[in-house]
């Protein structure tokens, strides 16, 4: 595997998306009418049970992908600029939102949170295999031990992907009720390549990880990791995106 060339172009921090004085402008557009009757802003659905870490903090993660319902609300209030249309228009279940670079994603995170006032944002690396680990395929015995040859053998053991993009729950839910880790849609992460820079830093770093049935580097502009992008092992199938919160919601 290969990292980002260094002469990719800094995204410029208006490349990023509305600021969020806008996206506070759109979030009266969006509403959630709850059971009893009152209005709410609307908020994702979070998992039953919070995931603790190894320093004994809690996250409060989104228990399904971001779906195409939640990316339309974003699109037409105006916080998110990319259009995502469902595989089978004729379909009226929902889907995860993919085919997202790092920019969209972000551009949704800022939207939701001046939509909100909540604190959202894209999960660590660490924290995402933490919350999948009970769902992902044991690692096989690697075909060949010689470092060198590492590579080789993760190209060697990884089945064909199914690329085909499945309804939101199709997958397994863990314990804690976070549905779809084991999916194909492989889900953004703060994480810079560089091992050192986090998505604060964006302007400094040209590609991220993403996480799924393996992790894999993606640059940040990347939509289409089969058309462009660098990956360990087979290419991820789609990408997406999942919400985690540090305090909880609702």
């Keep these: ?71 339309d609300a974003c699109h037409e209030a105006g916080g998110c600029s990319l259009k995502l249309s469902a595989p089978d228009p004729s379909n009226d279940t929902t889907y995860p939102a993919t085919g997202i670079n790092w920019i969209d994603a972000n ?20 924290e995402w295999g933490l919350m999948a680990h009970s769902v992902m395929p044991e690692t096989p015995d690697p ?32 314990e804690l009720g976070i549905s779809d880790l084991d999916g194909n849609v492989w889900e953004w992460t703060a994480d810079c390549y560089s091992g050192s820079l986090t998505g604060n830093q964006s302007e400094i770093c040209a590609a991220y990880w993403v996480a799924g049935e393996h992790k894999a580097v993606i640059p940040f502009l990347v939509r289409d990791p089969a058309r462009g992008g660098c990956a360990v092992g087979a290419p991820p199938a789609h990408l997406g995106m999942r919400l985690v919160s540090d305090r909880p919601v609702g």
């Design 107 to 126: 551009e949704y995170v800022r939207w939701i949170n001046g939509m909100t006032g909540h604190s959202f944002r894209l999960p660590t690396s660490e």
């Design 143 to 174: 075909i060949f031990t010689d470092p060198a040859l590492a590579w080789a053998s993760a190209y060697s053991v990884k089945p064909e992907i199914d690329r085909k993009l499945r309804v939101s729950g199709s997958y397994s839910t863990t």
């Design 1 to 71: 595997m290969t990292t980002a060339p260094a002469s990719l172009s800094k995204p410029s921090p208006l490349a990023l998306g509305l600021t969020l004085g806008a996206a506070i402008a759109g979030a009266a557009l969006v509403w959630l009418a709850l059971p009893n009757g009152t209005e709410a802003q609307a908020l994702p659905q979070m998992a039953e049970s919070s995931l603790m870490l190894p320093n004994g903090d809690r996250i409060f993660v989104q228990a399904s992908e971001v779906t195409l319902t939640e990316w």
